[in-house]
């Protein structure tokens, strides 16, 4: 029986623009900025007003009425005032202005949620005004007019109208036409000089089996190889960045020679600065582009032959603050490495499992199971004094990790603690961590390891 799965993903286009198109998409990104500054401009207005009422002694109940942040609330406070701050609004669509309100709405309510503790990860600042020079280009269409066109070269945008694409949207274009997507938005951006458009579609896939559905393979990430398989395989780590890093020099050196703009005086910036900027920012992109192509296609073929693969929990926001190795993790791209598998192996009727964060994967002996106290980044082959193994060290990481497939099936969904991962540590090494019995991820208590013990260092590289 075939079995349909509805799932929500994008498809990204490079346009080709006529001068007439680009400015009337500048102006409609425009538009959008233009909203988002008179509407934090009007919150922040309000917020002072009711703290500086508050330092007088005025009551609660005798204060300036609050204004509503979400986006139907400054979407309403806009269409009041627009005839005064924009009077040229009726030469863009309504959906520029609702872009703009839109990041707001969705800003503010990550910083409130942010300073509540509703919301996890890195503390969230207060939304800032948007740069003419200095802010992304971009408007998003959710209404209207929003289809490709028979000859699948071109696409229809509502006000902007016909649009020609740099490259066939068949694949798109079959699917709306067999009736198993639908186009929910539409958002044109400008990356590095060139625009883009990207469909958010709702696609109704046909459910898939892996090539091996029994199989289980853990995935060890590093720096040295992009990724270790547990089956032996060593896949390389491209570093586009390290490679492009004396090309990009040279342009940051020639950027730097040219006349740019200072807010202080009011100087505007060169012709020539503006060439040398975007050639950089072309350089930047092009990596980008690289590391991007390459992580899908290693994702891709592993969440198509593998039923089971199991990944770290690595924290990489952490393993960034180290400034010897945040180049080189940041060019790996370990965060978006494990982001891919998630929705892949779930595409593909596979199953993703979290190895815990604290879990030693290479410290541990994957045949006997002995845990070492110590296990120094320089140590590139791992020895067990126990049972006499002699492996690379990512392999045996690798094999750890795919050991845990079978603990997944008993642990159900999040983090697999795995063995040895919930014991107190031995003597020398990290300050011990406590954990809750009975779940998959406990909360964790303590300090951050030390002495080099611990397999999840900032400083873990491979």
């Given at each position: 029986?075939?079995?349909?799965?509805?799932?929500?993903?994008?498809?990204?286009?490079?346009?080709?623009?006529t001068p007439g198109q680009e400015r009337a998409?500048?102006?409609?990104?425009?538009?959008?900025?233009?909203?988002?500054?008179?509407?934090?401009?009007?919150?922040?207005?309000?917020?002072?007003?009711?703290?500086?009422?508050?330092?007088?002694?005025?009551?609660?109940?005798?204060?300036?009425?609050?204004?509503?942040?979400?986006?139907?609330?400054?979407?309403?406070?806009?269409?009041?005032?627009?005839?005064?701050?924009?009077?040229?609004?009726?030469?863009?669509?309504?959906?520029?202005?609702?872009?703009?309100?839109?990041?707001?709405?969705?800003?503010?309510?990550?910083?409130?949620?942010?300073?509540?503790?509703?919301?996890?990860?890195?503390?969230?600042?207060?939304?800032?005004?948007?740069?003419?020079?200095?802010?992304?280009?971009?408007?998003?269409?959710?209404?209207?007019?929003?289809?490709?066109?028979?000859?699948?070269?071109?696409?229809?945008?509502?006000?902007?109208?016909?649009?020609?694409?740099?490259?066939?949207?068949?694949?798109?274009?079959?699917?709306?036409?067999?009736?198993?997507?639908?186009?929910?938005?539409?958002?044109?951006?400008?990356?590095?000089?060139?625009?883009?458009?990207?469909?958010?579609?709702?696609?109704?896939?046909?459910?898939?089996?892996?090539?091996?559905?029994?199989?289980?393979?853990?995935?060890?990430?590093?720096?040295?190889?992009?990724?270790?398989?547990?089956?032996?395989?060593?896949?390389?780590?491209?570093?586009?960045?390290?490679?492009?890093?004396?090309?990009?020099?040279?342009?940051?050196?020639?950027?730097?020679?040219?006349?740019?703009?200072?807010?202080?005086?009011?100087?505007?910036?060169?012709?020539?600065?503006?060439?040398?900027?975007?050639?950089?920012?072309?350089?930047?992109?092009?990596?980008?582009?690289?590391?991007?192509?390459?992580?899908?296609?290693?994702?891709?073929?592993?969440?198509?032959?593998?039923?089971?693969?199991?990944?770290?929990?690595?924290?990489?926001?952490?393993?960034?603050?180290?400034?010897?190795?945040?180049?080189?993790?940041?060019?790996?791209?370990?965060?978006?490495?494990?982001?891919?598998?998630?929705?892949?192996?779930?595409?593909?009727?596979?199953?993703?499992?979290?190895?815990?964060?604290?879990?030693?994967?290479?410290?541990?002996?994957?045949?006997?199971?002995?845990?070492?106290?110590?296990?120094?980044?320089?140590?590139?082959?791992?020895?067990?004094?126990?049972?006499?193994?002699?492996?690379?060290?990512?392999?045996?990481?690798?094999?750890?990790?795919?050991?845990?497939?079978?603990?997944?099936?008993?642990?159900?969904?999040?983090?697999?603690?795995?063995?040895?991962?919930?014991?107190?540590?031995?003597?020398?090494?990290?300050?011990?961590?406590?954990?809750?019995p009975g779940t998959a991820q406990a909360g964790?208590?303590?300090?951050?390891?030390?002495?080099?013990?611990?397999?999840?260092?900032?400083?873990?590289?491979?």
């Open positions: 029986m075939v079995i349909d799965v509805m799932v929500v993903q994008a498809y990204r286009f490079v346009l080709d623009l998409v500048l102006a409609h990104a425009g538009a959008g900025r233009v909203a988002y500054n008179w509407a934090l401009a009007r919150v922040k207005a309000v917020m002072q007003q009711r703290a500086a009422e508050r330092s007088y002694g005025i009551a609660e109940s005798g204060l300036t009425p609050t204004i509503g942040w979400s986006l139907p609330a400054l979407r309403k406070a806009w269409n009041a005032a627009k005839p005064d701050v924009a009077p040229w609004w009726a030469e863009c669509s309504k959906e520029a202005f609702n872009t703009g309100l839109d990041a707001l709405a969705r800003g503010l309510k990550s910083w409130s949620d942010s300073r509540m503790g509703k919301r996890a990860g890195r503390r969230v600042g207060f939304p800032r005004f948007k740069s003419r020079r200095r802010s992304t280009l971009s408007v998003r269409f959710t209404t209207g007019a929003i289809r490709v066109e028979p000859d699948r070269k071109h696409v229809v945008l509502p006000r902007l109208g016909r649009l020609k694409l740099h490259e066939s949207a068949r694949k798109l274009a079959r699917r709306l036409e067999a009736g198993t997507a639908r186009i929910m938005s539409a958002t044109v951006r400008c990356d590095a000089g060139r625009w883009h458009v990207a469909f958010t579609v709702e696609v109704d896939r046909v459910e898939r089996t892996p090539a091996r559905p029994q199989a289980a393979v853990g995935v060890d990430v590093g720096v040295k190889h992009l990724a270790v398989l547990s089956t032996g395989a060593l896949l390389p780590n491209p570093r586009h960045l390290e490679d492009a890093a004396r090309r990009m020099r040279r342009l940051a050196r020639r950027l730097a020679r040219r006349v740019g703009p200072d807010r202080r005086s009011g100087q505007q910036p060169s012709r020539r600065w503006e060439r040398a900027r975007s050639q950089v920012a072309r350089a930047h992109a092009r990596v980008a582009n690289l590391r991007r192509d390459g992580l899908h296609k290693l994702t891709t073929r592993l969440a198509g032959q593998y039923g089971t693969i199991v990944v770290e929990d690595l924290n990489v926001a952490g393993m960034l603050r180290n400034r010897r190795l945040a180049r080189r993790i940041a060019d790996a791209g370990f965060g978006e490495l494990r982001r891919q598998l998630a929705y892949k192996t779930t595409w593909n009727g596979g199953h993703l499992v979290v190895a815990d964060r604290w879990y030693p994967s290479s410290k541990t002996c994957s045949a006997c199971g002995t845990v070492k106290a110590k296990l120094a980044l320089s140590e590139r082959t791992y020895t067990c004094l126990t049972c006499g193994l002699v492996l690379d060290r990512d392999v045996n990481a690798a094999r750890n990790l795919a050991a845990l497939a079978c603990e997944a099936t008993t642990a159900g969904s999040g983090p697999v603690a795995g063995r040895g991962a919930d014991r107190k540590t031995r003597p020398g090494g990290p300050v011990a961590v406590k954990r809750q964790k208590t303590g300090t951050v390891p030390q002495g080099g013990t611990a397999d999840h260092m900032f400083t873990r590289a491979h």
